[in-house]
């Protein structure tokens, strides 16, 4: 079965330094994967997506993602954050290929604080 | 370009009241449709999705309901809203062509009181 883990619910930076947050997924198959932000009181928005190509993936707003196969592994990364960058994040993976409806497995969020 | 418009953005109901969250998608076709909800503090739970008009899978037994009466258009609804009904509901779309990447649109918020 397919699964992902966010390994912090919360991650405070200092405005200007870097951020990373962390992800493992499970899955059987090459999955897709995925990241989200979602800021107070908004929709998610996609900040960039892994989809077997290259394996560092940049997104917008300044944000890169690696793909470690042999890690299971897609932290998200920023040089350096910015006070716009505190929201919720989400990383999500594809299901299986054979699941006609595309049903994403999220994982449970992580909250990024950034302090003046 | 796509877009996707969900409305209302907020709203306030009595216990027992009806509830029609409606969402609508431009600029694609025969678009996959879901409803998502997010309790205060919680991660996003699936509560429908279609892959065409007509057909809809619930993923959780409630008391809410969703319809696709047109290709891009999607409905949740609830004959009597509970107390436990309260949260963000997100309508979303994703297509194959887009390598199945799911669009969100911006929520509704929703209080039973």
């Known amino acids: 079965a397919q699964s992902v883990t966010q390994l912090d619910s919360h991650v405070s930076v200092s405005e200007g330094t870097p951020v990373l947050l962390r992800c493992n997924y499970s899955?059987?198959?090459?999955?897709?994967l995925f990241w989200y932000v979602q800021h107070p009181n908004k929709g998610l928005q996609l900040l960039l997506k892994?989809?077997?190509?290259?394996?560092l993936v940049k997104g917008i707003n300044g944000f890169e993602a690696e793909f470690k196969k042999s890690e299971t592994s897609f932290h998200l990364t920023k040089p350096s954050a910015h006070m716009s960058d505190a929201a919720e994040y989400f990383c999500v993976v594809s299901p299986h290929p054979m699941d006609s409806s595309y049903k994403l497995i999220f994982g449970s969020g992580t909250r990024l604080l950034v302090r003046p | 370009s796509q877009t996707i418009h969900q409305w209302p953005a907020t709203l306030v109901q009595p216990v027992g009241s009806p509830l029609s969250l409606e969402c609508t998608v431009e600029?694609?076709?025969?678009?996959?449709l879901y409803w998502y909800r997010q309790a205060a503090g919680r991660g996003l739970q699936l509560l429908f999705y279609?892959?065409?008009?007509?057909?809809i899978s619930s993923e959780v037994p409630q008391n809410l309901s969703a319809s696709r009466p047109q290709d891009r258009q999607f409905i949740l609804s609830s004959k009597k809203l509970l107390l436990s009904d309260s949260g963000f509901y997100l309508c979303?779309?994703?297509?194959?062509?887009?390598?199945?990447?799911?669009?969100f649109g911006e929520g509704s918020w929703l209080t039973v009181v």
């Open positions: 899955s059987s198959y090459s999955p897709s």
């Open positions: 279609s892959v065409g008009i007509g057909q």
């Open positions: 979303a779309w994703s297509v194959r062509s887009s390598g199945n990447t799911i669009y």
């Open positions: 892994y989809t077997s190509a290259a394996t």
């Open positions: 600029g694609t076709s025969n678009p996959n």
